[in-house]
């Protein structure tokens, strides 16, 4: 069987368990999220070993955990309308064999950068990345818990996904001090905005928007910056955009409840 097809088969098997997840009882559901992220590193793994290097067992295969896991709590959270369940679920097959792509192809490349693929697996691999942050910021923001937590979880969530999405961009075969340094900062930046808009009367989807818009600006900065492309009229672009997001969200807000 051809490495494609394997990851079509991965792909399916763990829609089958999201599917699964949902149907359980709500007592074991959070421990059948658990052991299907677990399954999905295993099985990349399995896949992938082969051109798996240092930091590939824990960079590459990790953005199909987090996939897997947050799209899962999501899943959770939505209104029991079956269209919508019905939709979820097929772009969850489609997603997760879009994750399983670029993993292949950094697997392949890591340390080298040499193949023409590589451009396009780091575009869907910063989409994949915002689409599953929102995903974890939605199921933070839905617990209500306090501003400190949101600020703790929104920071812990953060820096796997921005670890690795810089990490895609150097694709260093040994992870750096500089690497774990610059996403250590953003993702604390990341847990800070949380914090703040936290006393904001915002609803959960906003505040998740909120979030991924300004997930966005840090990490098209922490890449162009690995990337050596970090000149000043990129840092203004991104900038600007953190500017009106930030705008348009205090027009969005009800302060008056």
Known sequence: MTKRRKLVLEASILTIGFLATQLVDISFRYWVILALGVISYFFSALILKEDLKKTGWFLVLLPI??????FSLFYFLLPTNILIRVLILVLFGIGAYAVLLTENIFSVVSGFQTIQLLRAAQAVGFLITLITAFFGYNTVFSYKSFTWWNGLFVFLISW????????SISLEVVISAKLISHSFILSL????????????????????????????????????????????????????VGVIIFIITLFLTHWRG
Not at 160 to 167: F, G, K, M, T, V
């Open 160 to 167: 796997p996904l921005i670890i690795s999405s810089l990490w």
């Open 189 to 240: 930046i990341m847990g800070e905005i949380a914090f703040f808009i936290s006393f904001w009367p915002l609803t959960i989807t906003t505040s998740s928007l909120f979030l991924i818009s300004f997930l966005y600006v840090v990490l098209g900065i922490g890449q162009s910056h690995f990337a050596g492309r970090l000149f000043k009229n990129t840092l203004y672009e991104y900038l600007q």
């Open 65 to 70: 955990v987090y996939y897997v896991v947050a």
